[in-house]
């Protein structure tokens, strides 16, 4: 798909008038006028749908009850306030590389304002980034998917395909010892 289709972009929320349409929220928050649809106003978490590229400026700017955000590895780049004045916000997960930031992204964000990020992601720098309090996310281990029973018979050899997946993309190896 093209950079500027605009499926991938989040747009500034003063830009637009269109209907939400299939953006996913989850924990819906203080996104008050956010495409020129009024939201009601929960608070908590807003997790940016997989395959959004760019973040526009101004976009979640004065989301007062906003306190987390968490940005998918596709996000490239975000635009210049796009949270800005967010005083509750205090957490911005970061999935992928580091995005091109524009001005203030988090300026005015809420005391103790963080941002983790995977630790296999490029253009971090852990205790600071950008400005701000930053830390990689704690390892996750990863993640085996389910074998099933199997069986032989008594002298026979056995082949298992094994599938598993890790969430901070960390290598993987496989290993079985048999015994009697």
């Known amino acids: 798909m093209a950079a500027n289709d605009p499926s991938r972009i ?3 929320r003063t830009s637009r008038s269109e209907k939400l349409g299939s953006w996913m929220l989850s924990g819906i928050c203080c996104v008050c006028f956010w495409m020129g649809v009024s939201l009601e106003v929960h608070g908590g978490t807003f997790v940016l749908p997989t395959g959004v590229e760019r973040v526009e400026a101004l976009a979640f700017s ?14 490239v780049e975000i ?20 995005p091109v930031m524009g001005s203030g992204v988090f300026g005015g964000a809420g005391n103790g304002f963080q ?8 253009g971090f720098s852990t205790s600071q980034w950008m400005g701000y309090s930053a830390y990689p996310l704690a390892n996750s281990a990863p993640e085996l998917l389910p074998v099933g029973n199997r069986s032989v018979p008594v002298g026979a050899l056995i082949q298992i395909v094994l599938d598993a997946s890790d969430a901070d993309s960390d290598e993987m190896s496989f290993s079985a010892a048999g015994g009697n």
């Open 79 to 98: 635009g210049a306030d796009a949270f800005a004045a967010c005083g509750s916000l205090n957490l911005a997960i970061f999935r992928g590389d580091a």
């Open 115 to 122: 941002v983790h990020y995977t630790r296999s992601a490029i």
């Open 10 to 12: 989040l747009p500034n």
């Open 62 to 75: 004065q989301c007062s009850l906003l306190t987390e955000v968490d940005i998918p590895a596709s996000v």
